[in-house]
């Protein structure tokens, strides 16, 4: 995961839907791998399948279109991207989920786990797909944990559909004197298991000891709402996550009386939607949609978002 100003002005709101369509951009660069459309076609006298009519059915798997459903495994519990809300799960994942739904004729069925195993869920076939605010990186293309660089599995494609940077936030009116990420050695901060922030916070703490300023202290969990109670509780001086997160928490946390962000949003990187490598067909019908929506301007409708 990764996403900087604090609250949602018509600026930020602009900034977000002008740094998705570059990441989509970029998206479909990275994914194309030629357009297989599939002619499945129907025998004579047979039912169409439900959602057939839609534009890029034809393009899906059979087993999908059989299914009328894509299985999508997301951490849902990183609002603005992905929460619940009144028992139904919204935000900015879901809302492009439904536009691309109605371009193929199918439902995106949002499954919950913790993001560190939702690329494992994929790889066992539990979901078709992993969209949960996931920064695309070379190690997840190539199966490679970035802790240790070893081999842990197959790699993944990614459909790249939003851009955003890694943010800082604090207590309100109580910063520590923190305003980048050159501030936080022999400081203590909280950030979401298996993200960008974490991997930085891993980063920079290596150098602020190189350079003899003392280690950051890293608190690491299963989910952003846990960093930002962890804050509330001054458990810690700072959270790191991506920057819808971090201005979606201090605008609505408190009434927005209990955080700030600090410095600018850095590290922005293309969120990617994870498919497995031997499953191309969907990939590129997950592409062609997101072509789509980005022409009848659905994707700018949802992106400027929440």
Same mark, same amino acid.
């Given at each position: 995961?990764?996403?900087?100003?604090?609250?949602?002005?018509?600026?930020?709101?602009?900034?977000?839907?002008?740094?998705?369509?570059?990441?989509?951009?970029?998206?479909?660069?990275?994914?194309?791998?030629?357009?297989?459309?599939?002619?499945?076609?129907?025998?004579?006298?047979?039912?169409?399948?439900?959602?057939?009519?839609?534009?890029?059915?034809?393009?899906?798997?059979?087993?999908?279109?059989?299914?009328?459903?894509?299985?999508?495994?997301?951490?849902?519990?990183?609002?603005?991207?992905?929460?619940?809300?009144?028992?139904?799960?919204?935000?900015?994942?879901?809302?492009?989920?439904?536009?691309?739904?109605?371009?193929?004729?199918?439902?995106?069925?949002?499954?919950?786990?913790?993001?560190?195993?939702?690329?494992?869920?994929?790889?066992?076939?539990?979901?078709?797909?992993?969209?949960?605010?996931?920064? /695309?990186?070379?190690?997840?293309?190539?199966? *490679?944990?970035?802790?240790?660089? =070893?081999?842990? +599995?197959? $790699?993944? &494609? @990614?459909?790249?559909?939003?851009?955003?940077?890694?943010?800082?936030?604090?207590?309100?009116?109580?910063?520590?004197?923190?305003?980048?990420?050159?501030?936080?050695?022999?400081?203590?901060?909280?950030?979401?298991?298996?993200?960008?922030?974490?991997?930085?916070?891993?980063?920079?703490?290596?150098?602020?000891?190189?350079?003899?300023?003392?280690?950051?202290?890293?608190?690491?969990?299963?989910?952003?709402?846990?960093?930002?109670?962890?804050?509330?509780?001054?458990?810690? /001086?700072?959270?790191?996550?991506?920057?819808? *997160?971090?201005?979606?928490?201090? =605008?609505?946390? +408190?009434? $927005?009386? &209990? @955080?700030?962000?600090?410095?600018?949003?850095?590290?922005?990187?293309?969120?990617?939607?994870?498919?497995?490598?031997?499953?191309?067909?969907?990939?590129?019908?997950?592409?062609?949609?997101?072509?789509?929506?980005?022409?009848?301007?659905?994707?700018?409708?949802?992106?400027?978002?929440?």
């Amino acid at each position: 995961m990764t996403a900087s100003t604090t609250h949602r002005t018509a600026a930020a709101r602009s900034r977000l839907a002008a740094a998705g369509a570059i990441a989509v951009a970029g998206a479909l660069l990275l994914t194309g791998c030629g357009d297989q459309r599939n002619k499945t076609g129907n025998e004579a006298g047979q039912t169409k399948p439900k959602g057939s009519e839609a534009p890029l059915f034809s393009m899906l798997p059979k087993k999908i279109q059989s299914a009328g459903v894509v299985k999508v495994g997301s951490d849902i519990a990183y609002p603005p991207v992905e929460f619940k809300k009144d028992g139904k799960v919204v935000g900015l994942d879901p809302d492009i989920a439904d536009a691309l739904g109605k371009q193929l004729g199918v439902r995106f069925e949002f499954n919950n786990g913790t993001f560190d195993t939702l690329l494992t869920g994929l790889r066992s076939k539990r979901y078709d797909i992993a969209m949960s605010a996931m920064t /695309d990186t070379k190690d997840r293309q190539e199966g *490679v944990d970035s802790k240790t660089q =070893k081999k842990v +599995g197959e $790699g993944v &494609d @990614f459909v790249d559909y939003f851009t955003a940077g890694v943010s800082i936030y604090t207590k309100k009116g109580d910063t520590k004197g923190i305003q980048s990420w050159d501030d936080l050695c022999d400081k203590k901060i909280a950030v979401q298991r298996g993200t960008v922030s974490d991997d930085m916070a891993k980063a920079e703490s290596d150098k602020c000891e190189k350079a003899d300023k003392g280690k950051i202290s890293i608190e690491a969990f299963d989910t952003d709402l846990e960093a930002q109670t962890r804050l509330k509780a001054g458990g810690v /001086d700072a959270v790191s996550s991506d920057f819808p *997160v971090a201005a979606y928490a201090v =605008k609505t946390s +408190g009434g $927005g009386n &209990d @955080f700030e962000t600090v410095g600018d949003q850095v590290e922005a990187a293309p969120y990617g939607m994870a498919v497995a490598k031997d499953n191309a067909q969907l990939r590129d019908a997950i592409k062609a949609a997101l072509e789509a929506i980005l022409k009848n301007g659905e994707y700018e409708k949802v992106t400027a978002f929440q």
